[in-house]
């Protein structure tokens, strides 16, 4: 079993900044592929960064990119979505997610449909 909990989540203006964070419940370590996944009210959910379970590895939505950075602490413990230049169509529920089995294609990272496991969400606000 992987239980995974999001933090972070907040309320903040055009341009500003919030690290999201995201760790296996209980006292555990990461050794698998993690996501990053968003759904606004009315809208589908959308992929938005992951990292490999190596660390070595990252991906990017285009709508994201250059704005936001997935990592991992070298303890293995957390994976963090840094957020800047946060624009009001960024507002979304956060999900963290991990598959099932590992990924070895690229295109297979930003594929909601292939996670098993997900956190329970962390809201982001980013007012106009």
């Known amino acids: 079993q992987v239980q995974l909990v999001e933090s972070g989540g907040g309320l903040v203006q055009t341009g500003g900044s919030l690290r999201l964070s995201c760790a296996p419940s209980?006292?555990?370590?990461?050794?698998?592929?993690v996501g990053w996944f968003r759904q606004a009210p009315g809208k589908e959910r959308e992929f938005v960064a992951a990292?490999?379970?190596?660390?070595?590895?990252?991906y990017y939505a285009d709508s994201v990119k250059g704005r936001f950075t997935v990592s991992r602490d070298n303890a293995r413990t957390t994976v963090y979505l840094q957020m800047d230049s946060l624009k009001p169509e960024d507002t979304a529920v956060y999900y963290c997610?991990?598959?099932?089995?590992?990924?070895?294609?690229?295109?297979?990272?930003?594929?909601?449909?292939?996670?098993?496991?997900w956190g329970q969400g962390t809201q982001v606000t980013v007012s106009s």
């Open positions: 990292i490999s379970w190596s660390g070595l590895n990252t």
């Open positions: 997610a991990a598959p099932s089995r590992p990924f070895y294609i690229s295109s297979e990272y930003g594929s909601g449909g292939l996670y098993t496991y």
């Open positions: 209980g006292r555990t370590f990461i050794t698998y592929d």
